[in-house]
Each structure stands twice: as structure tokens, then as C-alpha cells.
């Protein structure tokens, strides 16, 4: 039923995900940018659930891309 509604979504959305992550299996930001038509998803090399100085500017470069209409995989 989610991923159904997912696919539904009309705006760009941006996935992070940490090739790491053991809390959060990269699979499933995986599965989900499958899901949304409109995602772009970014994975960040090396990090993991916690987000450290190195990784929170790859984030917020990849924010700032989305909102001015940059970083949109249409």
C-alpha cells in the first residue's frame, strides 16, 4: 500500500543515505527511490546512521542543489 502511494508523489524528493548504515539498511533508501518517480538519491560514501562535519556537507550541499531546481532528476 506504501509504495503504491509513494508512487503517486509529484514533487522532487531527496534521499541521503549512508552506504554504512546498519541501522537502516542502504537497500531500503534504495527501495524507496524506486518507489517515488520524481527522487533523486545520493549516497554518501563511508557514513553511517551517525552523521559527522565531513558527511553534513555533502548534505547540506546536496539541500541547497535541490531547492534551487540543481540537483533535480526530473
Request: with cysteine; proline share 5%; net charge positive.
Amino acid at each position: 500500500m506504501r509504495d503504491k502511494r509513494l508512487k503517486e508523489l509529484k514533487m522532487p524528493v531527496l534521499i541521503i543515505h549512508g552506504d554504512k548504515d546498519v541501522l537502516v539498511p542502504l537497500k531500503n533508501g534504495q527501495h524507496l527511490h524506486s518507489c517515488i518517480p520524481h527522487s533523486k538519491m545520493v549516497t554518501v560514501q563511508g557514513m553511517s546512521h551517525y552523521v559527522g562535519p565531513k558527511e553534513r556537507d555533502v548534505i547540506e550541499t546536496e539541500i541547497v542543489l535541490m531547492a534551487k531546481g540543481i540537483g533535480h532528476v526530473a
